[in-house]
């Protein structure tokens, strides 16, 4: 929302020092700027920070089961957005997505199993398997310039006879795709055909920037593939409360989702008061808080394409850039970055060794700054090409 002097609500540069804030503290007494973990430096809205003073108001935060109006809101949430009808019995509440992908990897692992996963990823999803005793299947995205596709040949061959589970980041952390129903339909014949369970991480499914974009739940297409599918959800990303963990898994086969509960038992704690407090008030909310943040991202989008051009591919959806500067030679450019005051996060971290990731969800005023220093670190990097630069 404007306001009357033309500026935006996110346009206000909040000084997050003394907030122990993971993304800021990394540079803690340096002069980098942090544009790497995918939390927003924009206020949350006012109405989720009501909710939880609301919660907060009783003086007692005890362990707290599921509220049913929290139920309700995610329900109502899936249903408004992708017209998705799912009953509560589905449900499993977490207190966050990557405990739910880790949890959908030990609940189908089984003795020499593996798990297929296309990269670059989101870095937590690469860790997975090896966490459940399952081997990794890493089969590499492919880009044409203009977007990043699943190559469904390559993903086919290098399937093998105990690989269990193929792991989806959609809307994928980092390219920014937004995948098709298509590309989707096209997922769910490729998990049939090979036997496959699919753990779909949906975080971003709100934070769509293309014209066409649109979020399909994988699981929403059909019973077939409903049934050997874990989605996962969150309102954490979009309404930049990522430290009040809270996400949903919904799974619609009985046996997995006994499976799934099996392996929380003992290990994943109960969700806190206030975060279902403020999931609940996300979930449920019907403003125009989403398009107003959109807006704003996608502007941010465009300061960040006029800079790094066709470095990165259009951004669909999330607020990440997958940035390709392998041509300077550095596996860690992100590293060689920081001298320049520019904390990005590493390519190599999500399978991409030589690629940038950049979180542009934040002020303008700051992204500019940010995207000064990049523009003056590449002109270096790239002039210092030949003249001694030791490639990494
Ligand atoms: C694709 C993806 N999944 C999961 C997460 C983290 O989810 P949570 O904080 O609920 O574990 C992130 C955070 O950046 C993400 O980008």
Same mark, same amino acid.
């Given at each position: ?10 346009? !206000?540069?909040?000084? %997050? ?11 803690? /007494?340096? @002069? ?9 430096? *924009? ?16 003086? !007692? +935060? ?8 929290? !139920?309700?809101?995610f329900q109502?949430w899936l249903k408004?957005s992708f017209?998705w009808?799912v ?104 998990? +049939?055909?090979?036997? +496959? ?12 920037? &293309? ?16 049934? %050997? ?30 499976? *799934?509960?099996? &392996? ?38 465009? %300061?960040? %394409? @006029? !800079? ?15 940035? @390709? ?11 060689? +970055?920081?001298? *320049? ?32 220093? *990049? ?7 790239? /002039? ?9």
């Amino acid at each position: 929302m404007p306001t009357e002097t033309g500026t935006s609500e996110f346009d !206000v540069e909040i000084d %997050r020092t003394n907030t122990s804030s993971s993304k800021w503290d990394k540079y803690a /007494g340096r @002069d980098v700027l942090p544009f790497w973990v995918a939390d927003m430096d *924009f206020a949350m809205p006012s109405f989720i920070q009501s909710a939880i003073a609301e919660r907060l108001a009783h003086p !007692v +935060l005890g362990y707290t089961r599921t509220p049913d109006a929290a !139920v309700a809101a995610f329900q109502n949430w899936l249903k408004r957005s992708f017209g998705w009808d799912v009953p509560e019995e589905w449900l499993v509440w977490i207190p966050g997505v990557v405990t739910g992908f880790n949890l959908a990897a030990r609940a189908v692992a089984e003795p020499g199993g593996s798990v297929l996963i296309p990269t670059p990823v989101y870095y937590p999803f690469l860790s997975t398997p090896r966490h459940a005793g399952q081997d990794s299947i890493e089969v590499p995205l492919v880009s044409d310039g203009d977007r990043w596709t699943m190559d469904f040949d390559a993903m086919g061959a290098a399937c093998r006879t105990g690989t269990r589970l193929f792991m989806l980041s959609n809307p994928q952390n980092p390219t920014g795709r937004a995948y098709t129903e298509e590309e989707l339909s096209q997922l769910a014949a490729f998990c +049939l055909r090979h036997d +496959l369970y699919l753990c779909s991480d949906e975080i971003h499914a709100s934070i769509l920037l &293309a014209p066409d974009a649109r979020h399909v739940p994988v699981a929403a297409l059909g019973p077939e593939i409903a049934e %050997r599918t874990i989605s996962l959800y969150a309102a954490t990303k979009t309404y930049n409360i990522p430290g009040l963990g809270c996400a949903v898994a919904v799974i619609a086969d009985a046996r997995l989702r006994r499976d *799934f509960r099996r &392996a929380m038992a003992g290990l994943v704690p109960g969700i806190g008061p206030l975060a279902y407090a403020a999931s609940t008030a996300a979930f449920a909310d019907t403003s125009d808080w989403t398009t107003r943040l959109t807006d704003y991202l996608r502007g941010n989008h465009q %300061r960040v %394409r @006029d !800079v790094v051009g066709d470095r990165m591919t259009p951004v669909e959806a999330t607020y990440l850039a997958w940035i @390709d500067l392998t041509d300077l030679g550095f596996a860690n450019p992100a590293a060689r +970055l920081e001298d *320049f005051g520019i904390g990005l996060s590493e390519g190599a971290d999500f399978g991409g060794s030589g690629y940038v990731r950049f979180n542009f969800a934040c002020p303008r005023s700051l992204l500019d700054r940010g995207l000064a220093r *990049f523009q003056d670190a590449l002109a270096r990097l790239q /002039g210092s090409q030949g003249a001694g630069a030791s490639p990494d």
